[in-house]
């Protein structure tokens, strides 16, 4: 893994959290963008080499809106980049480390990601991503 790529935050409301974190920062937001097939707005600033994403649900069912039902806002993920998406997945899934999604899927800013179940990684939800070329 060459670094931690980003950092998820959960959010309720993109129009409330977008400003808070552009003063937190000191950084404006570069990039916002909607993930359909996660069911997320994304807003994102850069930070050092790091990144700091903030999902806000699309759906009242969607990912996002449950865990914030169910632990309230806050980070969501930590995503580490990768050269091999699929090497990685394959090594860490032979080193005992459950798949959310076998293959790799499209998300925000361009990547391939994969997540791995939070009961196999200390109760953090985990996230690769590869660069899209």
């Known amino acids: ?32 963008e909607t993930v359909e097939a996660e069911k997320v707005n994304t807003a994102f600033f850069k930070t050092g080499e790091t990144k ?4 806000e649900s699309i759906d009242s069912n969607g990912i996002i809106s449950k865990f914030i039902e169910k632990r309230g ?3 969501h993920h930590i995503a580490f980049e990768v050269n091999d998406i699929k090497a990685e997945m394959k090594r860490l ?13 499209k998300g925000a800013d361009n990547k ?22």
């Open 73 to 75: 806002e806050g980070i």
């Open 93 to 105: 899934k032979d080193e005992g480390f459950i798949l959310l999604n076998e293959e790799p899927k």
């Open 1 to 32: 893994m060459q670094n931690v790529e980003h950092i998820g935050i959960a959010v309720k409301e993109l129009a409330v959290s977008v400003p808070l974190f552009e003063k937190l920062l000191n950084s404006k937001c570069y990039k916002t």
């Open 52 to 55: 700091v994403e903030l999902l």
């Open 112 to 133: 391939l990601v994969c997540f791995f179940h939070p009961k196999t990684t200390n109760g953090v939800l985990v996230e690769l991503c590869q660069s899209i070329p």
